[in-house]
């Protein structure tokens, strides 16, 4: 190792660790803190207007703990507060929280915000590394932790005074993640016990990574402690809050989860000074996929990004887990290929596996309200999957594999050529453009095959075709109407060539479906020329795809 360039905390002993065997199997409380860390940290605030819509999206996704602000630092907070109480913006069941340092006139003034409310958390908070006490605030333990018990019984007395209003009191020992272990459960005990609690009556112990200095699994090793320490475990609600320095308060949260906590405070993706707050998006998606009922709804994740991103000013990134634009897309040839198998084999895999289960994607992205059709996208990395899907799934059309192979070499040289991704349209346009070749050197005008009078078995026909600019009328006789047609043809001045490969399918399934032919003919040199027909009458559309191939050969056209 080299030598420390950074002071790091020190881990925690442990006798004892239980929580890296355990799952997470039901779902903490949320307090989404977006009103008061997130917006104290955008480089443009948010107008009292945005605050409000803001407010109202956090309840629409379920959330019933929702810290609004810190009315006493703030002239804009204080008057939000009292819009929502006195405008009665808040529903029932949602309990706001404001945040308030432990001083005198600052829990006042947030007392006189909460003036009226129904049900109201006082959040209180003060430093309690030896970092913050000693070197900003130039306190000892002692003085710390009387001046957080004179507060909580500040709180406990004009809480008192607001008998219709049910106030809860939560307490964070800022960077707890930071300060000594002992030193924690021993204010936050006495937190308790200055609080009084009633019978059944819990205090909420907010425990911060205030600034992310520790790996996940030693915040999570704290917790457990802290949990194993507390003698007032009973009346508390163990709570926690991740900030991102180190990018890893999701993980870190989670971990915490398994280590007892049974609240997480943070906001919509990670909004939060410097890098943010642990985000509640992909946490709780998360929480989703092990199956546990966060009672969070982003049935309409695109909506809610879109409608954060207004508000916030701040950008969501494209690779944001769940909420990105490019998080369910596959670019790369071998991933769309295994996803288009997954997705067309869906049923039976949810079977094989016993719930849903799909390559390359961990979750079901209707679960969010996005649908599979835009996952696959094309550019130079795509391959052969890729183009299947978006080919069947825009245009219902399912390629024969060794046309799927040659026309993925026209995409790939056509998104080479761009240097960009290249959409659905274009796609089918190139396809269009390559293999349904009904103006060139062969144009047919019209056939219509009708069984031979004496012979019912054989089909007859005339074919009006122009050919290198020069009408012709062809005789058609043959078992079939397309090898008619192409006997017909034999009367040109044509290059030999066999009709290798004839296949055919509907596009749609109304009365008005479309028939799809797609022909291969091979020349003497052994070489394949595929060509493609659409018609409503399935004769109709095989001859014109013959006369596509033909024309490509002609044309000599790779
Ligand atoms: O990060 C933090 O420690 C805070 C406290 C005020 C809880 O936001
Ligand atoms: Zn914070």
């Avoid at 420390?4 to 307090?31: C, L």
């Avoid at 982003?298 to 409608?307: C, L, V």
């Avoid at 050919?467 to 006997?487: D, M, N, T």
Wanted: charged residues 30%; glycine residues 6%.
């Amino acid at each position: 190792m080299k030598e420390q360039h950074y002071s790091q905390p020190e881990p925690i002993a442990m006798a004892r660790r239980d929580w890296p065997s355990r799952t997470i199997e039901k779902s903490p409380r949320w307090n989404a803190v977006d009103l008061r860390d997130g917006n104290q940290a955008l480089p443009d605030p948010m107008t009292p207007g945005q605050k409000k819509r803001y407010f109202e999206l956090l309840c629409e996704i379920g959330f019933k703990e929702i810290e609004i602000g810190f009315p006493s630092a703030s002239q804009d907070d204080f008057q939000f507060c009292r819009d929502l109480i006195e405008q009665n913006l808040i529903p029932d069941d949602v309990t706001i929280a404001v945040l308030t340092q432990a001083r005198e006139h600052l829990i006042e003034r947030t007392f006189e915000a909460l003036r009226g409310v129904r049900q109201a958390i006082c959040h209180v908070y003060i430093a309690t590394s030896e970092l913050h006490m000693k070197y900003v605030f130039g306190k000892d333990r002692k003085q710390t932790e009387q001046i957080a018990l004179t507060a909580v019984k500040q709180i406990r007395e004009l809480a008192a005074a607001m008998p219709e209003s049910d106030i809860q009191l939560e307490f964070s020992p800022e960077e707890f993640t930071d300060t000594n272990l002992d030193f924690a459960v021993e204010i936050c005990d006495r937190v308790i016990e200055a609080w009084r609690p009633k019978p059944g009556e819990k205090v909420i112990l907010n425990l911060p990574a205030t600034v992310e200095r520790r790996m996940p699994n030693q915040y999570a090793d704290m917790i457990e402690e802290f949990i194993r320490r507390l003698r007032h475990r009973e009346q508390s609600v163990i709570s926690v809050h991740a900030h991102n320095d180190m990018g890893c308060a999701v993980a870190a949260s989670q971990m915490t989860l398994l280590a007892g906590a049974d609240r997480v405070e943070g906001t919509l993706f990670g909004h939060g000074e410097r890098s943010g707050n642990v985000d509640l998006v992909t946490l709780a998606l998360n929480l989703h996929y092990f199956g546990v009922d966060t009672g969070l709804q982003f049935k309409d994740i695109e909506g809610i990004r879109d409608e954060i991103i207004e508000l916030t000013g701040m950008p969501v990134s494209p690779r944001h887990p769940y909420a990105g634009e490019l998080v369910f897309t596959a670019f790369s040839g071998s991933h769309q290929d295994a996803i288009h198998k997954g997705l067309r084999g869906r049923d039976q895999l949810s079977a094989d596996f016993k719930a849903w289960k799909i390559p390359y994607l961990h979750i079901d992205p209707a679960d969010l309200g996005r649908r599979y059709e835009n996952f696959i996208r094309i550019n130079s990395q795509s391959g052969k999957g890729g183009i299947a899907h978006v080919l069947e799934t825009d245009y219902k059309v399912r390629l024969p594999r060794a046309l799927l192979i040659e026309f993925s070499r026209h995409v790939q040289t056509l998104a080479d050529r761009s240097s960009r991704e290249i959409d659905s349209r274009q796609i089918w346009d190139l396809f269009n453009r390559c293999y349904n070749r009904q103006e060139g050197i062969l144009i047919l005008d019209k056939y219509w095959p009708r069984p031979n009078h004496r012979e019912p078995a054989l089909i007859d026909g005339e074919v009006h075709v122009l050919y290198r600019g020069e009408k012709k009328v062809l005789r058609a006789s043959a078992a079939g109407p397309i090898a008619a047609f192409v006997h017909a043809l034999r009367e040109l001045p044509l290059p030999s060539f066999n009709l290798e490969e004839y296949e055919e399918d509907s596009i749609g399934d109304s009365a008005e479906a479309q028939a799809i032919t797609f022909v291969r003919l091979v020349d003497r040199e052994n070489r394949s020329w595929h060509g493609i027909g659409f018609d409503q009458n399935i004769d109709q559309a095989a001859v014109r795809a013959v006369v596509s191939a033909l024309n490509r050969m002609l044309e000599g056209e790779e």
